[in-house]
């Protein structure tokens, strides 16, 4: 009987670490590591050289090369997705940006390239928050929103209305009526802020 009730046991536990394994994120390659189809050998050597020094962390001369990759091959989006990841690891977030909206636009459905573009804007929308910059990290949420669908829309949408409420927070405290023409001019449907501004225009 105890060695029948082991085994439900056992098998129990085999079970849920399936069911586990089956539903664990899995994580996504950021890389492209196989270059595209019809290349000649030098280009397939210089789209592995560029990826090996990606990966060895020597990022400034994984920029070069992919920049050196693309100028032979100026629709591989691969390359464009792995010249950002390059970008992003050397804190040259703007330059990444550039390089996955390039991607992106050559493959429009790719998750790969949307997430990592995606990841990049988050990061960048961070610093600006950080320095008070609610007017640049409002443009680069917009951004996300057109990459996103429900739910996440809806999350990223309020962010946008509490920046919103905080550029306004600042506009009140300058009370100027240029202040409010720029705000008005910006963000004329902002919830309340904008009905706000027009009364304090008309006062």
Known sequence: MKIFTVGRILIGVFMFWVAACATAPRTINPYFE???DHLLKAEWKLFALALQQQKSNKQEDSIDLWKRFLKNNPRSFRAYNNLGMAYYTNDQLLPAISAFETGLTLEPFDHKIKKNLKRTLRFKITLLRENKDYDA???FLKRIFELSKEPTREKVALEIE???DLIFIQVKRSNTLENYETFLAQYPNSPKNSEE???????
């Open 137 to 139: 990290a409002i443009n």
């Open 34 to 36: 196989m270059p595209p």
């Open 197 to 203: 501004a027009r009364r304090q225009m008309q006062e």
């Open 162 to 164: 509490t920046l919103e």
